[in-house]
């Protein structure tokens, strides 16, 4: 996964030396991604999918912060807990309410989806 994540980090450092805040998100949406693929990459994953929703909000785009949302939603939903789905769950939500087309309403949906799985499996399995 190291080997996976390092381009991605590579990049990361580029924009943020030429100051791309959109290429910046990208990059953390990237490695959030990659880290998500691995359970001890989970909170690494977290960490950057925040990020990126942070600035992907920051710069109105809707499409890529449901994109980070849904990123989180995969890690919380494999972690199986309960730690921060409920704030995911909101935000989730916010951002549907703020979604601009079609595909940023089926990404904040499906956030919304795999959250609330996540919730019921937890359940569960308590």
Not at 54 to 68: I, L, P, T, V, Y
Not at 103 to 114: D, F, G, Q
């Amino acid at each position: 996964a190291m080997q996976a994540t390092k381009p991605a980090a590579e990049a990361l450092a580029v924009y943020e030396d030429i100051d791309d805040k959109e290429g910046m998100a990208m990059a953390m949406l990237a490695l959030a991604k990659l880290h998500a693929a691995s359970p001890l990459g989970h909170s690494a994953a977290l960490r950057n999918a925040s990020q990126a929703r942070q600035m992907f909000k920051a710069s109105r785009d809707s499409n890529g912060e449901a994109e980070a949302l849904l990123a989180m939603a995969n890690v919380l939903l494999a972690q199986g807990t309960s730690e921060s789905l409920t704030s995911a769950l909101h935000k989730a939500q916010e951002a549907l309410t703020l979604q601009v087309d079609d595909k940023c309403e089926a990404n904040c949906l499906m956030a919304v989806s795999m959250l609330c799985t996540a919730f019921v499996h937890r359940d569960v399995v308590a």
